[in-house]
């Protein structure tokens, strides 16, 4: 049965925002799939067409298409025409999210972007960067009122929704935090509760999946994708986090040049970078460099053209475009 999920996101494309164009790349080799009649993606950026964008065969098992698309959260998988086959995620695989019992693959849009290439049913991110990950959480309880004698807590499917596994400190500035570590790479839906389920966060008022929040017949939670070593902070009961301290320094004081480059690209940063890899325009990884430092090198060797960099560091990704003359 087709996974039919039509979220409001969707209705974002007539509201005049700044549109980008976002390449999607699938690899269909070995995926035992008939593809005679073309591959296409469907999802809330068509209203889950299945026939209206068809992806261009490359000739070496990947097929590849570029959607305008306006910023936003998106839900899509790959189809054969008119669903003759589409791909079957578990509630879990890392580059998904599971609403109302559909579970398809993510994108938040913010800005024109090449996607890694996967694998029909793959996550990319999990074939590049396994994990296991580190996890940090901070909730801003401010507005809770008094917290005497409480202590607040993360219950999800990283603990199996224990109401007393993983306390977080107090700040004592409003603020309470925690760190797991060694997690699995996964999506996991949590939320924060006090004093073993006593209390817990309220988002039954919501009832289509977001950026940061999945509708599940069992309860509607947060989520995270953790794809890396994260860190979120948010406020308790609201639905929107911010970006960490890490996240704002990396995109603000990473720098790599020459651009346009020749054959070696620099890079300095003020926090450490863990790796990088740079994808082609078709989505596919032609370079990957294990770096753990702040600054360095990449020996390139690659075509003139226009390249996607992606730079890791423990706790964020940045994403940047360089011209290979």
Not at 24 to 52: C, E, K
Not at 53 to 82: H, R
Not at 229 to 248: E, F
Not at 286 to 297: E, I, L, P
């Amino acid at each position: 049965m087709r996974n039919f999920l039509f979220i409001t996101f969707y209705l974002v494309a007539t509201l005049g925002y700044t549109q980008h164009n976002i390449i999607f790349t699938v690899d269909m080799t070995g995926s035992g799939i008939d593809t005679s009649n073309g591959v296409y993606i469907a999802g809330s950026l068509n209203a889950w067409s299945g026939n209206s964008n068809a992806l261009s065969d490359n000739g070496d098992g990947t097929w590849t298409g570029t959607l305008v698309l306006n910023d936003g959260y998106y839900e899509y998988k790959f189809i054969t025409k008119d669903w003759a086959n589409q791909e079957a995620f578990t509630k879990g695989d890392v580059c998904t999210t599971t609403n109302s019992g559909n579970t398809n693959r993510t994108i938040i849009v913010n800005g024109a972007t090449t996607v890694p290439t996967s694998k029909w049913n793959s996550c990319a991110e999990t074939e590049s960067n396994p994990g296991p990950h580190d996890l940090t959480l901070t909730v801003d309880m401010s507005g809770y009122g008094d917290l005497t004698g409480k202590t607040v807590y993360t219950s999800g499917e990283f603990n199996t929704w224990s109401g007393e596994s993983n306390p977080l400190t107090n700040n004592g500035d409003g603020t309470w935090t925690v760190t797991m570590t060694g997690l699995a790479e996964k999506t996991y839906q949590f939320k924060f509760t006090i004093n073993n389920w006593a209390e817990q966060e309220d988002f039954s008022s919501i009832s289509t999946g977001t950026e940061y929040i999945a509708v599940d017949p069992n309860g509607t939670n947060r989520y995270v994708q953790l794809s890396d070593s994260k860190s979120i902070t948010t406020t308790w009961n609201a639905q929107t986090q911010t970006l960490s301290i890490q996240n704002n320094i990396l995109e603000n004081s990473f720098e790599m040049y020459p651009n346009p480059v020749n054959d070696v690209l620099k890079f300095n940063s003020s926090v450490s970078i863990n790796s990088i890899h740079i994808f082609d325009l078709l989505g596919r990884n032609v370079k990957t460099k294990v770096v753990d430092s702040m600054s360095g090198s990449v020996g390139l060797d690659l075509n003139s053209g226009v390249y996607v960099v992606q730079i890791k560091s423990r706790n964020s990704t940045l994403f940047k475009k360089i011209v290979v003359k």
